[in-house]
């Protein structure tokens, strides 16, 4: 139904942007595990409202801060 996503849209507007700095906040400070949960808390909205564009760029955001043996300058390409 439309207002629903409508109501969907406008939690993601609002959710996204702190998660975001978040992200980038772990960015700086190297804090791997912090960036792999602000992902991982993008990706359901994400696939709901069917954001395309960056649907695979979260998911490899979040493996790639969680892997032991992660490219840290493609996570940081990924990022910025």
């Known amino acids: 139904d439309e207002l629903m996503v409508n109501k969907m849209q406008i939690s993601f507007l609002e959710k996204?942007?702190?998660v975001l700095a978040?992200?980038?906040?772990g960015l700086s400070k190297k804090n791997w595990p912090q960036i792999a949960q602000n992902a991982h808390k993008l990706k359901s909205s994400i696939?709901?409202?069917s954001i395309q564009t960056i649907r695979n760029e979260?998911?490899?955001i979040e493996a790639l801060a969680t892997s032991e043996l992660c490219d840290k300058n493609s996570l940081t390409e990924l990022i910025e």
Do not use: G, K
Request: proline share 15%; charged share 25%.
């Open 22 to 25: 978040s992200i980038n906040e």
């Open 16 to 18: 996204a942007p702190p």
């Open 47 to 49: 696939d709901l409202l």
């Open 58 to 60: 979260i998911r490899q």
